[in-house]
């Protein structure tokens, strides 16, 4: 069973009763009703160890992965689903999934589980916006099947929380909450703790843009933001990444940026990367086309053309390294350095855990301001970390003004700081608008849960709690996932 007892937020003390993986969806009402307490897990990719079972059987969602339907501007699967399945499936049929997280090995219930989100949320929204219909098993193993518009969280009996949600793109803070709200939102985000989701049907786009990446090294942060500012506005522009100074050594220590063979000029204070939709069945031919109508008087007729001016304006063009349709491999390098950050971040913890502390451990936010605060926001993050003395890297989704600030522990007291901090950042997040839990979700990690409770008050805990004990009396899913039973 080991490889069932953690998942990738390495949260400690992972054990269950048993594990049960259904074959058949028909399956699922008997397992939940014979189990004192079940937790359903997808790949267990959760970063807060909402993925970890602690006692209770565990129901693995991996051999549901059948893809149901898919028709025009749908799809229809099974929970079990991997995210690169669905993404597969799609395209051969010209249609594609917006929300995707970074990570395509999520399954579909998982993603509806966390209300997961992706770079292209910036452009496409969260998954919640996505998810049209879901079927689920209850507590009591009855199933229940929902389309959005069709039923009130209220016709389920349960009492909606008063709690104002925080008005940006992305939030994964305990259960959704607005008046008068359809009963499918209760189960989007609701991190397994108040049904097995069991099928989900998510709305699809065709036809499939053609993508186009542009890897842009800025002198500061300021000058960064004031090409983000412009570039959002851009049509064009599904999602701006960043690295900040940190990130650039990190990749550069560990040979990322060799290996990607990509050129940081040196000055470098950070680093965008842009991804673009370009209209379908745009060639490499015309995107090199665009880039020379982009240095000519003559204006600028393609959405490349267009953003390649901005680069120029902002004299960022020359250091500009694109990959261009027609160049996947190039496309790859550009996102294999993007993900060497969180990789060399992880190591680096890692090797900290082995040769200084046991107790040391990941210690990383995951917040979003509204863009406009952006600026601010990130000089808190920098001042709480440096008044505290910790070396740090943050890098993100910087056009949704959603981040991840980490710590780069030296010690098991640098955790301990950089948690106080985290608390810290939380307060200030939601001050300014926006929300100290974006995309990965509560789970069982104790200043995530802390962070919930700063953002809606123990009163705001408790109407989940009625939530909760409305659709789950015995406390049977999840349980101490989100918040512990008692206060
Ligand atoms: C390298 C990496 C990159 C990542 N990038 C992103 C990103 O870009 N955006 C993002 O949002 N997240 C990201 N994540 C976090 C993670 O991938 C997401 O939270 C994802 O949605 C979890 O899906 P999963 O199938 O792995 O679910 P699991 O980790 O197995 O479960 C997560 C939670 O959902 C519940 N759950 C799972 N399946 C069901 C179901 N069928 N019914 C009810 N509840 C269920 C579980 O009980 C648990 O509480 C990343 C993680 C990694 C490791």
């Not at 999840?478 to 008692?486: L, N």
């Amino acid at each position: 069973m080991d490889k069932y007892l953690s998942d990738a937020a390495h949260f400690p003390g992972g054990h269950a009763a048993g594990i049960a993986i259904p074959r058949a969806l028909g399956e699922i009402p008997e397992i939940v009703r014979r189990a004192a307490s079940l937790l359903v897990i997808g790949a267990q990719s959760s970063l807060t160890g909402g993925a970890t079972p602690m006692g209770e059987v565990v129901l693995s969602t991996e051999k549901l992965n059948r893809i149901l339907e898919i028709g025009a501007g749908f799809i229809c699967v099974e929970a079990g689903v991997p995210v690169a399945v669905m993404q597969d499936a799609l395209a051969a049929a010209g249609a594609w999934f917006p929300p995707a997280p970074t990570f395509t090995g999520a399954f579909a219930g998982g993603i509806v589980a966390t209300n997961a989100a992706g770079a292209a949320t910036f452009r496409h929204g969260a998954v919640r916006a996505w998810v049209q219909a879901l079927t689920a098993v209850l507590a009591d193993g009855s199933a229940i099947a929902l389309r959005r518009g069709e039923a009130r969280a209220r016709d389920l009996g349960v009492p909606v929380p008063s709690y104002v949600m925080p008005d940006v793109v992305k939030v994964s803070a305990g259960y959704y909450a607005a008046p008068d709200m359809d009963a499918i939102d209760l189960f989007i985000g609701s991190e397994g703790t108040l049904g097995v989701i069991t099928t989900v049907t998510f709305r699809t786009l065709s036809p499939v843009p053609t993508r186009a990446l542009a890897f842009v090294p800025c002198r500061s942060e300021s000058d960064a933001l004031a090409l983000v500012a412009e570039l959002r506005q851009d049509p064009a522009v599904a999602a701006i990444e960043h690295m900040d100074r940190r990130c650039l050594e990190i990749v550069a220590e560990d040979g990322a940026d060799r290996r990607s063979e990509v050129r940081v000029p040196e000055g470098t204070g950070l680093a965008l990367l842009v991804q673009l939709e370009l209209p379908p069945g745009t060639t490499e031919a015309q995107a090199f086309d665009s880039i020379q109508e982009s240095l000519s008087s003559t204006g600028a007729r393609t959405p490349l053309a267009r953003v390649c001016r901005l680069l120029h304006a902002h004299g960022v063009m020359d250091d500009t390294e694109m990959a261009l349709p027609g160049n996947p491999r190039r496309a790859e390098q550009l996102i294999a350095l993007r993900e060497a950050v969180p990789a060399g971040v992880n190591q680096r913890v890692g090797r900290a855990q082995q040769a200084i502390d046991p107790r040391i451990a990941k210690t990383a936010a995951d917040m979003i301001v509204p863009f406009e605060r952006f600026a601010e926001m990130m000089e808190i993050y920098r001042a709480g970390f440096s008044s505290r003395g910790l070396d740090y890297a943050i890098w993100g989704h910087i056009s949704d003004g959603n981040v991840h600030p980490n710590v780069l522990p030296r010690s098991y007291e640098d955790v301990e700081r950089g948690k106080d901090a985290i608390r810290d950042f939380g307060r200030e997040a939601a001050r300014l608008g926006g929300c100290p839990l974006a995309e990965h979700g509560v789970g069982r990690n104790p200043v995530k849960q802390a962070l919930l409770r700063d953002l809606y008050g123990d009163e705001g805990i408790e109407q989940m709690r009625a939530v909760k004990r409305a659709l789950d009396p015995e406390w049977k899913l999840a349980p101490g996932v989100i918040f512990p039973k008692t206060p």
